[in-house]
């Protein structure tokens, strides 16, 4: 797709002159937000942190909103929207398999726009 633009557009408009009607149909609606809970075991040969560093820095740790630490596992939430949630299982399948899948929750809202 081309972008039309006339040079007139870029002249130079009085101060007080009324903006120019957008012609910009797009708006944006925010989508349904799930959280998902993930339980990481703590492997015997693995060290501490391990698993959750792998989550981290795998491209679902953007989605990653709280961690907590536990004697046998350490459990993260996850905040996705839900267009998102076959890539992200998918995701923590291939890079931590050991990881136990909890239920997904409704989440909130995408951040309501003023």
Known sequence: M???????????????????????NVFPFPSARVR???ALPH???DLPGVQLRALLHSP????VISTEAD???????????RDDLDFTLH??????PA???GPVKRGSTAAKVR
Request: glycine fraction near 2%; avoid cysteine; hydrophobic fraction near 45%.
């Open 99 to 101: 990881a136990l899948i």
């Open 71 to 81: 004697r046998d596992e350490v459990h993260v939430q996850l905040d996705i929207a």
């Open 43 to 45: 492997l015997p040969h």
């Open 36 to 38: 998902l809970q993930v």
């Open 91 to 96: 995701t923590l399948i291939s890079t931590l």
């Open 2 to 24: 081309a972008l039309t633009q006339t040079i007139d557009s870029f002249a130079p408009q009085p101060l007080n002159a009324p903006p120019a009607p957008s012609r910009n």
């Open 60 to 63: 679902l740790g953007v989605y």
